[in-house]
T-cell receptor, first 112, second 112 residues
Framework: NAGVTQTPKFRVLKTGQSMTLLCAQD?????MYWYRQDPGMGLRLIHY???????AKGEVPDGYNVSRLKKQNFLLGLESAAPSQTSVYFC???????????FGSGTQLSVL | KNQVEQSPQSLIILEGKNCTLQ??????????LRWYKQDTGRGPVSLTI?????NTKSNGRYTATLDADTKQSSLHITASQLSDSASYIC???????????FGKGTKLSVKP
C-alpha cells in the first residue's frame, strides 16, 4: 500500500532553472495539497486541489504552478527557481478537508 | 490573526518517562485540532483528530486533550520509547478548504 509517493526525493537547481515535482496517491482521495517546510516555521500551504481538474492558491503560491490532470496525480512546477525556494516540499492528500492528511516523504530542494 | 503556538520548542526526556506537549491556538472558526508526528526526514503522520465536542482522544501511548473554551490542547506521551523521538506538530483546522494552521512543532528527544 504505497499511500502518497513523491518524486524526486532530492534535487539541486541553479537559479532560473525549472523543474516539476510529482505527487501520486493511490487512496482515491479528492483533495491534494502541496506544502513547504522551512526551519523554524510551520508547514505552509502553496496550492491545493479539491478534485481532478481543479487547483486553488494557498498561503504562499507565488513562483509556483500546479496541475491536477488526473485524480491520482498533483504536479508542482517551478518555472524559474530562486534561492528563496530552497525548502522541503511535502505533498499530502485527504478524503475530505476535515479528515486527516496523508503525507508523502518529502522532496529536499536546493536552489543555488 | 490565526495562530497556533506550541511549547516547549524542544524537550529531552529519559526513556520510560512521561511528557506533555502544549498547543495554544487562536484560530476561528474552529473545525478540529490534530496532532501529527514527524520523524526526521519523513512526512508527518496523523496521531489524533479532535472536534469541538471531544475532550480526550487516545492512540496507544499518546493521549490528546482539548479545551475548546480556553483554546488549548495537550499531547501526553506515556512510558516514552526511543522511537518517540520526533517533532510533534499541532494543527488547527479553521473549517474551510485549505485552512489548516500549523504550529512550528515540539522536537522531542528520548534518551536511553
Amino acid at each position: 500500500n504505497a499511500g502518497v509517493t513523491q518524486t524526486p526525493k532530492f534535487r539541486v537547481l541553479k537559479t532560473g532553472q525549472s523543474m516539476t515535482l510529482l505527487c501520486a496517491q493511490d487512496m482515491n482521495h479528492e483533495y491534494m495539497y502541496w506544502y513547504r517546510q522551512d526551519p523554524g516555521m510551520g508547514l505552509r500551504l502553496i496550492h491545493y486541489s479539491v478534485g481532478e481538474g481543479t487547483t486553488a492558491k494557498g498561503e504562499v503560491p507565488d513562483g509556483y504552478n500546479v496541475s491536477r490532470l488526473k485524480k491520482q496525480n498533483f504536479l508542482l512546477g517551478l518555472e524559474s527557481a530562486a534561492p528563496s525556494q530552497t525548502s522541503v516540499y511535502f505533498c499530502a492528500s485527504s478524503y475530505h478537508p476535515r479528515e486527516k492528511l496523508f503525507f508523502g516523504s518529502g522532496t529536499q530542494l536546493s536552489v543555488l | 490573526k490565526n495562530q497556533v503556538e506550541q511549547s516547549p520548542q524542544s524537550l529531552i526526556i529519559l526513556e520510560g518517562k512521561n511528557c506533555t506537549l502544549q498547543c495554544n491556538y487562536t484560530v476561528s472558526p474552529f473545525s478540529n485540532l490534530r496532532w501529527y508526528k514527524q520523524d526526521t526526514g519523513r512526512g508527518p503522520v496523523s496521531l489524533t483528530i479532535m472536534t469541538f465536542s471531544e475532550n480526550t482522544k487516545s492512540n496507544g501511548r499518546y493521549t490528546a486533550t482539548l479545551d475548546a473554551d480556553t483554546k488549548q490542547s495537550s499531547l501526553h506521551i506515556t512510558a516514552s520509547q526511543l522511537s518517540d523521538s520526533a517533532s510533534y506538530i499541532c494543527v488547527v483546522n479553521g473549517g474551510s478548504q485549505g485552512n489548516l494552521i500549523f504550529g512550528k512543532g515540539t522536537k522531542l528527544s528520548v534518551k536511553p
